[in-house]
Nanobody, 116 residues
Framework: QVQLVESGGGLVQPGGSLRLSCAAS????????MDWYRQAPGKQREWVAG???????SYADSVKGRFTVSRDIARNTVYLQMNSLKPEDTAAYYC??????????WGQGTQVTVSS
């Protein structure tokens, strides 16, 4: 069984920071490209950021300059560093990858709440 396991969510005050992790596990399953999405209550899931197999990163306009996506190939883990958090960043955050062998794989989600 292959899976993505997320961690790092929590409650943070506006202006604070969190780092989300997305670790891949499973037989022969290694992360190349990865995308982060988020879904706030009552809203559609939206793309937040991504890292390509080349290492090239991209970001939604709403998080550009505040969020940074990176990966540790040795640990088979992708990170989303979130700085200068705003209440509107409150959402469940999901990582997603597409494996040639296993297809589309989503993490279980981790909740981020930005509130004073």
């Amino acid at each position: 069984q292959v899976q993505l396991v997320e961690s790092g969510g929590g409650l943070v005050q506006p202006g604070g920071s969190l780092r989300l992790s997305c670790a891949a596990s499973g037989n022969g399953f290694s992360i190349a490209a990865m995308d982060w999405y988020r879904q706030a209550p009552g809203k559609q899931r939206e793309w937040v950021a991504g890292i390509a197999s080349s290492g090239l990163t991209s970001y939604a306009d709403s998080v550009k300059g505040r969020f940074t996506v990176s990966r540790d190939i040795a640990r088979n883990t992708v990170y989303l560093q979130m700085n200068s958090l705003k209440p509107e960043d409150t959402a469940a955050y999901y990582c997603k990858t597409v494996s040639a062998r296993y297809g589309v794989i989503w993490g279980q989600g981790t909740q981020v709440t930005v509130s004073s």
